[in-house]
């Protein structure tokens, strides 16, 4: 039996490093833009498609508190579906946001369940950070240059999950790196 659980850890390790490792150049991407707003006086606004607005509310908890070194609270507002809307998030977003904020956004797969969202956000004029699953060519279309696309190639619920944890965790570390001017 310890064999069997060495090797599910084994086995999971693998599955996570072939689904993040293409990831590290669009996380450094991400971690700059949101960075870059919220040094100059902008905020990140941050909702999660159904289940994932969870992830959401833990990325807000950790950069309004802190990750793993102390640094004063970050302007990172985690948003909430109104019940009954048919548009999800789109009603805080063009409340909050504002032009040259962030929106990331975070899926399960593709866009679903966040189309409102992102598309109230280009209508404030935000960058849009967006964490998801799929295929990353089928989702270029809807990207700007200034955005960030975060979108890992698997099709298992457990892994993406999984692997957008590590991402979250991934993004704060990097932006308190940068804002403390840590290098390792």
Do not use: W
């Amino acid at each position: 039996m310890l064999k069997l659980v060495h090797n599910r850890l084994q086995q999971t390790l693998s599955q996570l490093d072939a689904v993040l490792s293409p990831q590290s150049e669009p996380l450094l991407q991400a971690a700059g833009a949101m960075l870059h707003a919220v040094l100059n006086g902008q905020k990140i606004l941050v909702c999660g498609a159904r289940e994932r607005s969870q992830l959401a509310a833990h990325f807000a908890r950790l950069m309004v508190g802190q990750f793993e070194h102390d640094r004063p609270g970050l302007p990172v507002i985690s948003l909430q579906e109104f019940p009954g809307g048919h548009e999800p998030y789109a009603k805080p977003i063009r409340a909050l946001g504002t032009h040259n904020d962030i929106l990331f956004a975070i899926a399960r797969r593709g866009t679903e369940g966040l189309q409102p969202a992102l598309n109230a956000a280009r209508e404030r004029g935000m960058t849009i950070v967006l964490l998801t699953s799929g295929v990353a060519e089928q989702l270029m279309p809807e990207m700007q240059t200034s955005d960030s696309l975060l979108c890992l190639a698997s099709d298992s619920e457990r892994l993406v999950h999984e692997a957008q944890l590590i991402i979250l965790h991934t993004l704060c570390d990097l932006i308190d790196r940068q804002l403390l001017g840590l290098t390792e």
